[in-house]
């Protein structure tokens, strides 16, 4: 089956006991039994519940994996992967992520023993640099946050391989209808469904898909014992806003591209980072690893202070200041201070998250009316 056709059908077949066409929102924590353990396959709805069931289904038909597990949030989907590993372990990351996983990596997870590198990618050889006999798991994130970078998934999938590490890729930025790593080699993918997949900026929800089914088996009773897991209305809505992810995707990309080209050549932009220029140095892989180049896009503005680049980030009428990003509307965010604020300064700075950046999820409104509001709020 085809992305479109599996984003409306995958994991929904009409409910065996109604025909209901629209997966049924199971609102029940618990389920009947004939005889202890003698059940229809649910026990609890910590472990397992129908609707979320559903969406798991459909979550890892996208990514072309045979399983998937959805969490209460991308948070919760990445503390679950942590708990794979053990004191002493060590873990290769970029040097450019989502500020709430740099932060969960420091601050709690490097409590519990587990050694973190936060290096560049941009030569995945580098990775090499960092191997020694407790390196256990790789993660990436790419197209990176918020700067863009783009990481070569199938070279470094080929590195993991090679020294036994299992190889984690957060794909909330591509979302899966641009890029399925796993097809690419990686062991796991990880979602925020918070953003694109979600779509609407009404669901916190996180997931994780795998093809291996060991890895699974541990990851579904850490996801049970730990209990991280959404609920099934949250699950209902996410099943809702899948059905248009490939419409939703291909209207991003195509607002991102005009807004991506009209920012170039804007007097009071300095920098743009969006892969799908080609002269931007992410553009040979991003072709070769993505579908299209989405709707994120990151700016600096030109000899801007902090003071200025608040003033522009306060001036908008049609996008909101706002956190999150990957729903129908379309939001600025100041990453210093907002998403990435639990960065510190000299770390981020390190990157290009500097003060004068501005990050714009571009939604699916009309392009006249985002280039106007751009261009007025540049004013
Ligand atoms: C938002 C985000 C997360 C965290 O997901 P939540 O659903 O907010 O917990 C992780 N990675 C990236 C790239 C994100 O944008």
């Not at 209305?233 to 099943?239: A, E, G, K, N, Y």
Request: with cysteine.
């Amino acid at each position: 089956m085809k992305f479109a056709t599996k984003a409306i059908h995958a994991g929904q077949e009409p409910d065996p006991t109604t025909g209901a066409v629209m997966t049924p929102i199971y609102q029940t924590s618990t389920y009947w039994q004939k005889s202890p353990g003698d059940n229809k396959g649910y026990e609890y709805s910590r472990g397992t519940n129908p609707t979320r069931k559903a969406l798991e289904d459909c979550l890892a038909a996208l990514e072309n994996a045979r399983f998937g597990l959805a969490f209460s949030s991308g948070m919760g989907a990445t503390d679950a992967v942590m708990k794979l590993l053990k004191p002493g372990d060590e873990v290769i990351t970029g040097d450019d992520l989502y500020g709430g996983s740099y932060r969960i990596f420091t601050k709690i997870f490097a409590n519990y023993g587990i050694k973190f590198h936060f290096i560049s990618f941009n030569d995945p050889e580098n990775i090499r640099n960092y191997v020694n006999e407790n390196t256990k798991l790789i993660w990436v994130e790419t197209p990176t946050n918020p700067m863009m970078q783009i990481v070569d998934i199938e070279a470094v999938s080929k590195i993991a391989k090679d020294v036994k590490a299992t190889l984690v890729v957060d794909n909330t930025f591509a979302s899966p209808y641009l890029q399925n790593p796993i097809d690419l080699g990686a062991n796991i993918v990880m979602h925020s469904v918070t953003k694109y997949i979600g779509g609407h900026s009404d669901v916190v929800m996180g997931a994780l898909v795998m093809n291996d089914e060991e890895l699974y088996k541990r990851l579904w009773f850490i996801y049970n014992a730990c209990g991280a897991t959404p609920g099934p209305q949250d699950s209902f809505l996410v099943l809702r806003g899948i059905k248009t992810l490939h419409l939703r995707m291909k209207a991003h990309c195509e607002n991102g591209r005009k807004i991506a080209e009209y920012l170039k050549n804007h007097p009071k932009i300095d920098k743009v980072y969006w892969p799908g220029f080609e002269d931007s140095p992410g553009y040979a892989v991003a072709k070769k690893q993505m579908r299209d180049f989405g709707g994120m896009i990151s700016i600096t503005l030109k000899d801007a202070s902090l003071e200025d680049t608040f003033k522009v980030a306060s001036s908008f009428k049609v996008f909101s200041l706002a956190e999150s990003l990957g729903g129908v509307e379309s939001l600025v965010n100041h990453p210093p201070t907002m998403t990435h604020g639990s960065i510190p300064k000299e770390v981020r700075e390190k990157v290009g998250v500097t003060d004068n950046l501005l990050r714009l999820s571009v939604g699916v409104e009309d392009i006249d009316d985002l280039l106007e509001d751009l261009e007025q709020a540049l004013a």
